[in-house]
């Protein structure tokens, strides 16, 4: 565990794209359900724009939001202008809102990319991952479907989503893992020995859900005692946990609203204290082991 913390601001996904370590995921800029278009759809695109502006430089989405119309509405904002790293994924259908079908087939996920670059007006897409692995297919044939979209220049750097250790050593046979993304927050420890592997290894940990605080954000609790100390939401307090936790994590917290997005990124200069980082670690952790002993 990086309990001291780290200095450096940005990590390098694959190596070669330097970012600063907290982003924007852009999930939210869709409708209810993560189907349709946005109830404000100016203010989505504002919400890119001032992400920009405030300098985050990576921006998490995929082609199932919408479907398509997160990646459509960074391409029409933020498309071809080079001004951050778009990171998208596919491996899913969307039959209504709120469904998720996994769909691994090699010819789909090739045909997603490719769309994808349309929509998001990029000549080749800066990191793209595989959503899920598609449990009624080969993995074998998924992680060949996203070596050969590497060589062939449709994708710079691949990633996997929702993944064990094992996956993500089986998947390193066939191409250079540059990000894994899982579910992973103060209190959800279910990935932990995924998060030590990618850090270990110099992999960006991109942890999705990352601010599921639960009862720790309420009146009274440990995340509100801490941001009451250091005048910061209990949000920000959250975020701040994660940027110490690991120097491979990169969170990318979301919103549909712009004065939520600068809240958001506030944190990424919050200095939480080792005291604070420690006790927080050690609630989440009893936390955590409370929930699996309870299911």
């Known amino acids: 565990m990086n309990a001291a913390g780290d200095a450096t601001p940005t990590f390098r996904i694959g190596g070669v794209l330097e970012v600063r370590r907290l982003g924007f995921g852009a999930m939210r800029l869709t409708g209810p359900g993560l189907w349709g278009e946005p109830a404000d759809p100016g203010e989505a695109r504002r919400v890119l724009e001032r992400a920009v502006e405030l300098g985050v430089g990576l921006i998490d989405t995929a082609d199932s939001y919408g479907p398509h119309v997160s990646e459509r509405l960074i391409g029409e904002a933020l498309g071809g202008a080079g001004r951050a790293v778009i990171a998208t994924k596919a491996g899913f259908v969307r039959p209504s809102p709120d469904r998720f079908e996994p769909c691994g087939d090699p010819a789909h996920l090739r ?50 989503c929702n993944v064990t250790v094992a996956q993500i050593e089986a998947a390193q046979a066939h191409f250079a893992v540059a990000t894994v993304q899982n579910r992973y927050n103060l209190i959800d420890r279910e990935h932990e020995a995924v998060l030590d592997w990618c850090e270990a290894h110099g992999v960006g940990f991109i942890p999705w859900y990352p601010l599921a605080s639960g009862l720790f954000a309420g009146a009274n609790s440990p995340l509100g005692a801490v941001a009451e100390r250091l005048n910061a939401t209990p949000a920000q307090v959250a975020l701040a946990w994660l940027l110490r936790r690991s120097p491979v994590m990169l969170p990318i917290p979301g919103t549909s609203h712009v004065a939520h997005l600068e809240e958001n990124l506030a944190a990424a200069a919050l200095a ?13 952790r009893e936390a955590w082991a409370a929930r699996c002993q309870g299911r």
């Open 111 to 160: 045909r997603s990319a490719e769309e994808s670059r349309e929509r998001l007006r990029v000549e080749a897409i800066d990191l793209w991952q595989l959503h899920c692995i598609d449990p009624t297919r080969p993995a074998g044939l998924q992680f060949e479907a996203v070596a050969r979209m590497l060589q062939d220049g449709l994708i710079r750097h691949a990633g996997l």
């Open 272 to 284: 939480l204290p080792d005291k604070a980082f420690e006790a927080l670690d050690a609630r989440g």
